[in-house]
């Protein structure tokens, strides 16, 4: 027996919570073992620090046979497992900045050439013609790659316990199949919020922030998403926010970032070097920026952000637009907890508003607010663990507050 709106807890069995942290999280950590494993002869003069380091994750691993664990809320007890993997690391300095997960983000980059290579002439197309389009045809386009950002979401390492999640579809064909599958669609809100700015206010700078989630890929076409509300002047700085520690697998850090522009700057295709260049232009000239703070990696969900870290809000309130990527800030959006599906989004939020919001997910997680009554419920009766799988989407939104 479940009590509505009470936060999603692990001992649930047989929820997606006990599942992940009795069968997900021991893959995650031995993945993180086996990365210390291949890297060790690179560590060779350091063989003891890495020695205790496997030794500290391996105590975690079996730590987490516990039936403590089992009594934690879930994200606390998520936020707790990947704060002691980064412990493992810290006290075993001289090794501590190595990330055990980076070799998974970037063969996750490197598997999806072929979509990010499409996707990369798509775009220096479309700048070449964007001050030629009509409004309608701007929005349309705008549209288009707000989907491809939502269905690279897809790729979360932390969901395949560090299984390969390249992307192999090709990202233009993927917005018009997929498309039936977004449950909640609030993208003319979000078009909107920035076309009327554009309109009203030209000489007035529009910020756009993105609260980052998974590097590879998904990261790839945020970035893209980045570039286009640039050159359509849409936006006129745009920030990205990070974690500073390594995090649920596939999470972007400032690291992850500039090596996959390296990578892009670096590549023998020519639209790949190009773009890897203008966007590392972008950051050299302030247009883009980067921020991370510890709050992303606490488990505090987002109402407590202007108490918590008050410096962080006051940021987040000289925005615009603030996009939320995935599925773990959609959780802290909304606290975590076993919300009725029918819930407003405003309501869920529990008093966060910085600025205008939208949350952009494939659901991956137990959570889900703002349906229509029994739209979640017809669902579920062909699809028991829907809301497990990543195949469904949304883009929600709240909007200015009155």
């Known amino acids: 027996f479940i009590i509505p709106?009470?936060?999603i807890c692990i001992l649930f069995f047989r929820s997606f919570a006990y599942i992940s942290m009795k069968e997900r999280t021991p893959e995650i950590i031995k993945k993180a073992m086996a990365s210390l494993d291949e890297h060790?002869?690179?560590f060779t003069k350091l063989h003891g620090q890495v020695k205790k380091a496997y030794s500290l994750l391996n105590d975690l691993l079996q730590q987490l046979k516990s039936d403590d664990w089992f009594q934690a809320p879930w994200l606390y007890a998520e936020c707790y497992m990947y704060r002691r993997i980064h412990e493992a690391l810290m006290l075993s300095s001289p090794i501590s900045d190595f990330d055990v997960f980076k070799d998974l983000k970037c063969q996750s980059f490197l598997d999806s050439q072929e979509p990010i290579i499409i996707l990369c002439n798509y775009l220096q197309e479309l700048k070449r013609?964007?001050?030629?389009?009509?409004?309608?045809?701007?929005?349309?386009e705008f549209f288009k790659l707000l989907q491809i950002s939502l269905w690279g979401n897809k790729c979360d390492l932390s969901l395949s316990g560090g299984r390969s999640s390249a992307q192999f579809?090709?990202?233009m064909a993927v917005v018009a199949e997929l498309e039936s599958f977004i449950l909640v669609n609030h993208m003319d809100s979000i078009w909107s919020v920035l076309i009327m700015r554009k309109k009203n206010q030209e000489n007035i700078s529009t910020r756009v922030d993105f609260i980052l989630d998974n590097?590879?890929?998904?990261?790839?076409?945020?970035?893209?998403?980045?570039?286009f509300l640039l050159s359509a002047n849409l936006a006129s700085e745009i920030y990205f926010h990070g974690k500073s520690i390594p995090w649920f697998v596939s999470d972007t850090s400032e690291k992850d970032l500039m090596w996959l522009i390296y990578q892009l700057k670096t590549a023998h295709t020519n639209c790949m070097s190009r773009c890897g260049s203008i966007w590392e232009e972008f950051f050299l000239n302030h247009k883009w920026n980067y921020r991370d703070n510890m709050f992303w990696t606490l488990p505090h969900e987002y109402s407590a952000m202007s108490q918590v870290a008050p410096d962080l809000y006051a940021d987040l309130q000289k925005s615009n637009l603030i996009i939320f990527k995935g599925d773990l800030n959609y959780r802290k959006l909304l606290g975590d907890r076993?919300?009725?599906?029918?819930?407003?989004?405003?309501?869920?939020?529990?008093?966060?508003?910085?600025?205008?919001?939208?949350?952009?997910?494939?659901?991956?997680a137990e959570i889900q607010v703002g349906l229509e009554p029994g739209q979640g419920e017809r669902i579920a009766i062909s699809e028991p663990?829907?809301?497990?799988?990543?195949?469904?989407g949304i883009f929600q939104f709240d909007g200015p507050l009155s």
């Open 5 to 7: 709106n009470m936060l």
């Open 40 to 42: 060790q002869s690179n």
């Open 129 to 140: 013609k964007i001050e030629t389009l009509s409004e309608n045809k701007l929005q349309e």
């Open 169 to 171: 579809a090709t990202p």
């Open 215 to 227: 590097s590879g890929f998904e990261l790839y076409t945020d970035l893209v998403l980045a570039d």
């Open 338 to 364: 076993k919300w009725t599906f029918t819930v407003p989004f405003h309501e869920a939020l529990n008093g966060f508003h910085p600025a205008p919001l939208c949350s952009i997910r494939t659901i991956k």
């Open 385 to 392: 663990t829907w809301m497990n799988t990543g195949k469904y």
